[in-house]
């Protein structure tokens, strides 16, 4: 709950803005969110635990199109891909994204900016920018997550020596 708004609806309601006003205002708004609160994001964690703290930054490009700068940081609960432990992960990003008023002028803006860097969407009158943040969170992870050195490689090294060479059968085969 936001100070001085008490009330559900208020919540509910705090992170819906008009993103182009915003942008003409220099608005800017920062949090912290659960990762338990990110649907999206906790089903792609080992579990719910952790906190994303945040901020939003309205503005313009050199150019004069609105723009939202986006930051993202905190540590999530990943599952290794090599150990299957779970691991902390830290996530620490920012990207920058560019408003266009239609998917015509959305195409147009990127072609003008030319710039991989930058991402151009196609803005609202009622974004909800929690669904940016989660999607920033969501970049951000590794698409194959694992330790830089896995602590326990007990279930590793037992898989390794169960593994039978799929050839060790035909030495039987083997006429002598």
Known sequence: ?????PGKFFQMSAFVIDAFEFCRN???????TPVAEMSRL?????????SI???????????GYPSLTLAVAGTVQ??????????GHDIDSSTMLV?????????????ILDDES????????????RDLLEDEALLALPQAPKHE????????????????????????????
């Open 26 to 32: 220099d608005g800017h708004r920062e949090g912290v």
């Open 118 to 129: 930058i991402d151009v969407i196609v803005g609202s009158h009622a974004c909800d920018i």
């Open 99 to 111: 408003l266009g008023k239609d998917d015509a002028d959305a195409d147009e803006i990127e072609e």
């Open 53 to 63: 703290s945040w901020t939003i930054q309205g503005g313009k490009t050199k150019q």
């Open 149 to 176: 050195v896995c602590p326990d490689t007990k279930l590793m090294d037992g898989l390794k020596s169960e593994k039978v060479s799929p050839f060790a059968a035909l030495k039987s085969l083997k006429p002598e």
């Open 78 to 87: 990943l599952v290794c891909q090599r150990c299957l432990q779970p691991f």
């Open 1 to 5: 709950m936001i100070a001085g708004f």
């Open 42 to 50: 906790a089903a792609d964690c080992a579990d719910k635990s952790g």
